[in-house]
């Protein structure tokens, strides 16, 4: 007995595929509409805050809100935005090396106990990185670097996600035979690995880059409980400061302009290397 074949109609599969935008569509306009508002909401001055569609433009005040913004408590605000631009540049830079270093190592050096070092590291992938703030305060308090950058720079160089995806990507796309012969010509490891081996794993370098930058541009909760000196903190917690002075005076518009000014610095970036990033996410995503 033969089992009755079922067929999809033409119109069925439309259906379906319209659903699907539409379900796409709906979340795109979600996560699109609080950029758009904020985009929106730092063009107008104080007068017209709450008083217009937050959603649509009024009185075009954005330049005026940007020279508040860096006039706000003797210009603190391009303190911040270097401070930021510190952390998040080196910090993710040293980062991408160690993941490399650490990911190539994983990947093509036998050595005891590998295996069980690239179950920590993965299982370290799991762990929220705010279980492991206070634990640090405790211990760089007791070192004396508390409210110093050192305090926010070094907890930045772990990446337990980058070595997994440095160690993914190196055991793909590095060839032994290309090791060996570089060997063979006399080269030494530490040559080679940064001859060659960092050239063949630069997507997944520039992947690792974006995504540590991001994270510790938009860490929080770590320097706010390092650091104690204004002059030293990153635009995040810069700006949570003048969220709680609303009642002492400062404006709403300097505060969302300040937020809007500090997204800047992220979209360059991904619109700078979004080449690199995509191919490496791809490459990871396959191998």
């Given at each position: 007995?033969?089992t009755?074949q079922?067929?999809?109609r033409?119109s069925g599969?439309?259906?379906?595929?319209?659903?699907?935008?539409?379900?796409m569509?709906l979340?795109?306009?979600?996560?699109?509409?609080?950029v758009?508002?904020?985009v929106?909401t730092?063009?107008?001055n104080k007068?017209?805050?709450?008083?217009?569609?937050?959603?649509w433009?009024?009185?075009f005040?954005?330049w005026?809100?940007?020279?508040?913004?860096?006039?706000m408590?003797d210009g603190?605000f391009a303190r911040?935005?270097?401070?930021?631009?510190?952390y998040?540049?080196v910090?993710a830079?040293i980062?991408?090396?160690?993941?490399a270093?650490?990911?190539?190592a994983?990947?093509?050096?036998q050595?005891?106990?590998r295996?069980a070092v690239f179950?920590t590291?993965?299982?370290?992938?799991?762990v929220?990185?705010?279980?492991?703030?206070?634990?640090?305060?405790?211990?760089?308090?007791?070192i004396h670097?508390v409210?110093t950058?050192w305090a926010v720079?070094?907890?930045s160089?772990?990446?337990p996600?980058?070595?997994?995806?440095?160690r993914v990507?190196?055991?793909a796309?590095v060839?032994?035979?290309?090791?060996?012969?570089?060997?063979?010509?006399?080269a030494?490891?530490?040559r080679i690995?940064?001859?060659?081996?960092?050239?063949?794993?630069s997507?997944?370098?520039?992947?690792?880059?974006?995504?540590?930058?991001?994270?510790?541009w938009?860490n929080?909760l770590?320097p706010v409980l390092?650091?104690a000196?204004?002059?030293?903190q990153?635009?995040t917690?810069?700006?949570?400061?003048?969220r709680e002075?609303?009642?002492?005076?400062?404006p709403?518009n300097?505060?969302?302009t300040?937020a809007f000014l500090?997204?800047?610095?992220?979209?360059?970036a991904f619109?700078?290397?979004?080449?690199?990033w995509?191919?490496?996410?791809a490459?990871?995503?396959?191998?």
């Amino acid at each position: 007995m033969s089992t009755p074949q079922t067929t999809v109609r033409p119109s069925g599969v439309a259906a379906s595929r319209g659903a699907v935008m539409a379900v796409m569509v709906l979340f795109a306009a979600y996560s699109v509409l609080p950029v758009w508002w904020l985009v929106v909401t730092a063009t107008k001055n104080k007068g017209y805050l709450f008083t217009t569609n937050g959603f649509w433009f009024s009185h075009f005040d954005l330049w005026s809100n940007i020279r508040d913004v860096f006039a706000m408590d003797d210009g603190i605000f391009a303190r911040w935005m270097l401070n930021s631009v510190v952390y998040s540049a080196v910090g993710a830079a040293i980062s991408t090396l160690v993941c490399a270093a650490a990911g190539f190592a994983l990947a093509k050096y036998q050595f005891r106990g590998r295996e069980a070092v690239f179950n920590t590291v993965l299982a370290a992938v799991l762990v929220p990185g705010a279980l492991f703030a206070l634990p640090l305060y405790l211990m760089f308090s007791k070192i004396h670097l508390v409210n110093t950058y050192w305090a926010v720079l070094i907890p930045s160089v772990v990446s337990p996600f980058g070595v997994y995806l440095t160690r993914v990507y190196a055991t793909a796309s590095v060839p032994d035979e290309l090791l060996e012969a570089g060997r063979v010509d006399g080269a030494s490891e530490a040559r080679i690995f940064f001859t060659i081996v960092l050239r063949m794993m630069s997507p997944a370098l520039v992947t690792v880059y974006l995504f540590q930058f991001v994270g510790i541009w938009n860490n929080y909760l770590l320097p706010v409980l390092m650091l104690a000196d204004d002059r030293l903190q990153p635009v995040t917690v810069g700006l949570a400061t003048w969220r709680e002075q609303f009642n002492n005076g400062t404006p709403y518009n300097v505060t969302i302009t300040g937020a809007f000014l500090s997204v800047l610095p992220l979209v360059v970036a991904f619109l700078s290397l979004q080449r690199f990033w995509r191919s490496g996410l791809a490459a990871g995503g396959l191998k």
